[in-house]
């Protein structure tokens, strides 16, 4: 077996991995990235539509500036963030980031006179090249800055568990290569976990193939604490058929260089979302969306998973190609726009929660083991913002380094896991295959831990998980023997995953008794900011886990009120 040391561990090639690695090489500190699948071509980050523009970026006012914060805050975060990060970062991002990537020839989008296009209006953003492909040119230089930078790369490659020092600090990974079956292990004084929170655990989701709750589901088992795991989001607008273009939206939000946006139109035909009208201020406003949306399936006029309709019929074809990919479902069905909307569904978008982290350092409750980006679970995503937990974790890691001993070798914690992962290709079941499991784990998620959930749904979600471990995957039935490119083989690893990542968000959302922004409980209708306004910490015990809460300090924005129904909150 392959035993590779370095002196950082970055598992995952996104926004937040890549950035990490850069920023270490920057200080001199070795990095190798371990990813599931390509770096920079693996994960959400290619699916960013547009870049969000802050501060007094691109002729932003003090009013812009102001709004893009209170958004953050308030519609992306639902005021579950550290309000002096968000300034932070901000910071960052207008004085940093989008110098640097311009430096770096990332092309915004420019009008004939030269100007960059933005979207009018509250809150602004520009696109990488087109607006809804922003993140492929982003991902394309990214990848290339990692390859001239000379920082080796395990692709195709997926780590099944953090490797420990016996003080039980982590202090490596061990991995498989999904295209030669070969494992190795991979030690450093310190591993950065950026495995990304878009993962594939519900029925519908814009999740990719490697997204199956292991960032979660690794820290968990070597202790580190999580945090809001039930804060999940969800897209109310991606194409509802074919399944397989889940993750393709017909956006009500703001498009590039025009003062329109798809609207939302139930099985009636009646118009109950548009942009302008209903909501002005929130530039990705899907919890917006979502309540709207929720009012209508209670009304029997759409269903989560279709019935309602997106598109752009109202405005002048043009005005969305000119800037954005948004058109392109209707072509590629054969159709125009303006014939009419397309019929969408509810997609699980991000999970605003993850893994406990010191957000001024990355540092996890585990010592060694640092965590970047979406799997985080201090801020909602967006591509700027991952990008500044890689810059952070950098940082952090630097002014440990110092302390941080040298990856040592647990030949006996190798083994136990070698075995494992080897049990799973030898799996002699004749049950269901591991592909079939996953759909039954993301079924359960998606009817009882979904948009609308209570303290009996969850409850029987988690003995439908019992009934699944103890009778279904042991069972798992493999057909496929070859270690070369066994998909089966990674699908059985995943399906592990994937139950403890969804076990864990079921207890989490059982434990925050209110309803908050997309989190909807109909047992608990009301935002509950007396008692709620806080992280939903949960913590390895013994003999399973216990519930912290840690409130937010509310220095900028404060929601002006101790308890409301949720449906009637803006945001
Ligand atoms: C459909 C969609 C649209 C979006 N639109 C926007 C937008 O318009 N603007 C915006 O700013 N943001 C947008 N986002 C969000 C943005 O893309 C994310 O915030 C960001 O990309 C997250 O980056 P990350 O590096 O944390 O994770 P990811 O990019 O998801 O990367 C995770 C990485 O971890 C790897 N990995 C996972 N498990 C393992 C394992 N076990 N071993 C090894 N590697 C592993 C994966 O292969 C991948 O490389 C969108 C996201 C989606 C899904």
Sequence with gaps: MQVITTDVVVVGGGAAGCYAALQLAKKKIEAVIVCKGLVGKSGASLFAGNLVIGGGLLGNTPEQGSNTAEFLIKYHNQFLIDQNWAKRCGQWIENVYYPEL???????????????????????????????????????????????????????????????????????????????????????????????????????????????????????????????????????????????????????????????????????????????VDDPMAFGPYTVQLKALVKQVHAGKARYDGGYYAGFDHLDPKEIDA?????????????????????????AHYRQGGILVDNSNMRSSVPGLYVAGGVSGHSNGLIALVTFDGKTVADGIAADIGQLERGTLSEAEVELERRRIEAMLATPGDGFTPV??????????????????????????????????????????????TRVANYEWLDVIDVHNMIDAAELIVHSSIERRESRGPFMRTDFPDTDNENWLAANIMVKTDNGFRFEQSPYELPFFQPGFARRNNMSVPW
């Excluded at 948004?326 to 069905?333: A, E, H, I, N, S």
């Design 436 to 481: 079939v499991v996953k759909e039954q784990i993301r079924r359960i998620m998606w009817e009882k831990a979904g948009i609308e959930k209570s303290h009996a749904s969850l409850t029987s979600a988690l003995d439908d998980f019992e009934r699944l471990r103890t009778s279904v995957l042991p069972n798992m039935k493999i057909r496929n023997r």
């Design 102 to 276: 311009e430096e770096a020839g990332l092309y915004f989008r420019r009008d004939d006179d030269g100007n960059v296009v933005t979207n009018p209006g509250k809150i602004r953003s520009v696109a990488a090249n087109t607006q809804g492909n922003s993140g492929v040119p982003f991902m394309d230089l990214r990848r290339k800055q990692v390859m001239k930078a000379g920082i080796r790369r395990l692709e195709e490659t997926v780590v099944t568990s953090l490797l420990r020092r016996p003080d039980g600090s982590v202090c490596g990974v061990f991995t498989v290569n999904c295209m030669t079956g070969e494992y190795s292990v991979v030690l450093g004084r310190a591993v950065v976990l950026a495995t990304g929170y878009s993962d594939r655990l519900h029925a519908r989701s814009t999740g990719t193939r490697e997204m199956s709750g292991d960032g979660i589901a690794m820290a968990w088992r070597v202790g580190a604490s999580l945090v809001n795991l039930e804060m999940q989001w969800w897209h109310t607008n991606d194409v509802a058929h074919p399944p397989t273009w889940q993750r393709i939206q017909i956006y009500p939000n703001p498009v590039l260089g025009s003062e329109h946006s798809a609207r939302m139109v139930n099985s009636a035909g009646e118009e109950f979302f548009n942009q302008q």
């Design 323 to 347: 800037y954005t990919t948004y058109g392109k479902p209707f072509y590629q069905l054969g159709r125009d726009p303006r014939d009419g909307p397309l019929e969408t569904a509810v997609t």
